[in-house]
């Protein structure tokens, strides 16, 4: 089977808007029951332990430290580097063209991104502040973009266009915070030779960019490379996906302008329109089938690398590997979890996402907007941006993530069970606030 085959139908359901949180949703429901189920059980523990190996020769591509992944490992470590390669390109094209690309519009999202994750963390230290529980403290400075935006739609148009633009500039600054957070606090024993080879790839994947390499394929291989040097360097491989991501170019090999004029000339080249051929079949001779791929290179070569390769994964990543990784890290077990254990690192998880997320973000915004003078946008009131900010409690895909980090040492590997109850119900709690009070304080906004 062809790439293009395997990737078309994901492509027609992300272009049909199906909700890939909905799967995401559901993938984690069914971990949990599963989890719980102690016929089971044992057999889901089995598969997160099941050896993902690819030997060429001698070399397993899919090993650390000379062991050979598991299933959790492989989802953790490699498929979530083409989540955040995604996240990558979006923050790119933000920087660019959307919501970040001018300092003006970008500063309000990124101040108020900036006191939601600083809240967060005090909220966490208040009930766990001392190690080793204290590791988990960046789990709730995350907010899941994909269940934010979800739970949003649902009031439909009534939401101000400026609500919507904050929450998704929001959460790409969100990411930027999570990224950096990850590479400082959760890399471990650096390998400078490993990372010197790693910064020689993506500096080769910089000068192929500005050498006009425009091949999508190129750039994979080199995120396969850069993603191989970083696994043995010590810096976690996620960090690869966003490096390149930011290398990918962003301007096309043609100007549209330039594309609809060679469209123009090379449409002179096809046959008349098929009324005119009575309506018969047309075979095209070899000459107007040269000009026919021609137009298929064109229309290639006005879409930039960035926007096409986020095309080719995006689909990939909301349909495969978030649904998958939240399969393999949302089986919770709620056997033998007591009340000493639910006020400790769950508790510090909910404040966080609860009450740290939202005050964070409301107060850090209005400040902000009061010391500035600019005020806030149009359409955006105190009052409204007070409910939307308590869906940036919604954690759950890269607060799942974290926890994972926060918590894979053997010696604090009972901590992470307890890391699942916390953003679950603290991103389920903040969802269900976010809605309710955002739906009321729009209703009262139209009929005011």
């Excluded at 500063?107 to 939601?116: C, D, N, R, T, Y």
């Excluded at 008349?272 to 290179?297: C, D, Y």
Aim: aromatic share 10%; glycine share 8%; proline share 4%.
């Amino acid at each position: 089977m062809k790439t293009g085959q395997f990737i078309k139908p994901l492509q027609r359901l992300y272009k049909r808007r199906v909700d890939s949180s909905v799967l995401l949703f559901l993938a984690a429901v069914a971990a949990v029951i599963i989890a719980n189920i102690p016929s089971v059980s044992g057999l889901y523990n089995q598969l997160l332990q099941y050896p993902i190996m690819v030997q060429i020769g001698e070399f397993n591509i899919f090993s650390h430290a000379g062991e050979t992944m598991t299933l959790l490992d492989f989802t953790n470590d490699v498929l979530m580097v083409l989540f955040f390669l995604q996240v990558g390109l979006e923050i790119k094209q933000e920087g660019l063209v959307g919501e970040l690309s001018t300092l003006r519009r970008a500063v309000f999202p990124v101040v108020g991104a900036i006191g939601g994750m600083i809240m967060p963390v005090l909220f966490f230290l208040l009930v766990c502040h001392e190690a080793p529980a204290s590791k988990g403290m960046a789990i709730p400075m995350a907010t899941d973009i994909a269940f934010a935006l979800a739970v949003l739609s649902l009031l439909g148009k009534r939401v101000p266009s400026s609500l919507k633009a904050f929450l998704a500039s929001l959460a790409v600054a969100d990411d930027i915070g999570g990224i950096l957070v990850i590479a400082i606090f959760y890399s471990t024993h650096l390998n400078l030779m490993m990372l010197l080879w790693a910064a020689l790839c993506l500096g080769a994947i910089y000068l192929l960019g500005r050498l006009g390499v425009r091949s999508l394929l190129v750039y994979y291989i080199g995120a396969f490379v850069v993603w191989t040097f970083f696994l043995k360097s010590g810096v976690h491989t996620t960090i690869a996906g966003v490096l390149v991501a930011f290398l990918v170019p962003a301007r096309p090999k043609l100007s549209t302008d330039h594309m609809a004029d060679r469209m123009r000339t090379m449409l002179r080249l096809l046959p008349e329109s098929e009324h005119k051929t009575r309506g018969k079949n047309v075979l095209l001779p070899h000459q107007q089938i040269a000009v026919v791929h021609s137009m298929a290179q064109d229309v290639r070569g006005a879409v930039s690398p960035v926007q096409r390769m986020e095309q080719q994964i995006t689909p990939i990543v909301h349909f495969i590997v978030l649904p998958l990784f939240a399969f393999v890290n949302a089986g919770v077990a709620f056997g033998g979890v007591s009340m000493e254990s639910l006020v400790g690192v769950p508790l510090a998880i909910v404040l966080g996402l609860l009450l740290g997320k939202p005050l964070g973000i409301f107060l850090f915004s209005i400040v902000f907007a009061k010391l500035s003078k600019g005020g806030l946008p149009q359409g955006m009131t105190t009052t409204n941006l007070l409910a939307l900010s308590c869906l940036g409690g919604i954690g759950f895909t890269v607060a799942l993530f974290v926890s994972s980090l926060s918590y894979a040492q053997p010696e604090v590997a009972h901590f992470l069970n307890d890391a699942k109850i916390g953003i679950f119900t603290g991103s389920i709690l903040s969802g269900i606030l976010g809605y309710f009070f955002l739906k009321a304080v729009l209703k009262h906004e139209h009929h005011g």
